[in-house]
């Protein structure tokens, strides 16, 4: 990475974390090239505008899990693919908390206006799951009867929330966030149609999970 590289990427990582910690009030050029150790003219260089850079930290962060999502494996069974995709999602709230924040955790982004483009953005997420989804119902796995497009957006919602109660530190007392997570995932293909004992099995598979314990 060259260093006009390393300088951008720093300022949309601390740009980030400003928004979610803080709120878009405390974003300023000076807040972050003063952490960043870079001239203020960075700010300019590398975005052009603050509306810009806060736009930039919208599509690099859903650059980032897009290239997260591509990497899993797709593999013959759907739904450990499903699965697989949804550790993917709550490895990304976790290892990129900041970033996750703005896109997903209800940063407000107040005084930094969005165009459609940039509010498409996150749909363009659930493409992943939701393709998965239709592969299942063609294997059979699912019923024929189901929506992917309502069935994917059910899933998100209950990603998103797995991830927030577990950043939150609310997912513990023996019930740790992988087992929470094994048993939702089990639930839903079951009640999308798929057979109880063929859905732990691909859960655990695509969570790389023990199908017995749950655990990872």
Do not use: W
């Not at 150790?37 to 260089?45: E, F, Q």
């Not at 499903?82 to 709550?90: D, E, K, P």
């Not at 997420?125 to 009867?145: K, M, N, Q, W, Y």
């Amino acid at each position: 990475m060259s260093t006009a590289d390393s300088v951008r990427r720093r300022l949309l990582d601390e740009a980030a974390r400003v928004l979610a910690e803080h709120g878009p009030a405390a974003l300023s050029a000076r807040r972050l090239v003063k952490e960043v150790g870079a001239s203020t003219m960075a700010v300019y260089t590398h975005f052009g505008s603050m509306p810009n850079l806060v736009r930039e930290v919208m599509r690099e962060g859903f650059e980032r899990f897009r290239v997260r999502a591509l990497a899993v494996r797709r593999g013959d069974d759907p739904v450990a693919h499903i699965a697989a995709l949804c550790r993917c999602y709550q490895d990304f709230a976790r290892d990129e908390p900041h970033v996750y924040a703005v896109l997903f955790g209800g940063t407000a982004l107040a005084g930094f206006e969005l165009d459609d483009d940039d509010r498409t953005m996150g749909a363009s997420v659930l493409r992943f799951p939701r393709d998965a989804i239709r592969r299942s119902v063609e294997a059979g796995r699912f019923g024929d009867h189901i929506d992917p497009d309502l069935l994917v957006r059910q899933l998100f919602a209950q990603m998103h929330g797995i991830a927030q109660l577990a950043r939150a530190g609310y997912l513990m007392g023996g019930y740790p966030p992988g087992q929470v997570l094994a048993g939702a995932l089990r639930d839903f293909a079951v009640a999308a149609g798929d057979e109880p004992g063929r859905a732990a099995e691909s859960v655990a598979a695509g969570l790389g999970q023990d199908p017995v314990t749950n655990l990872p």
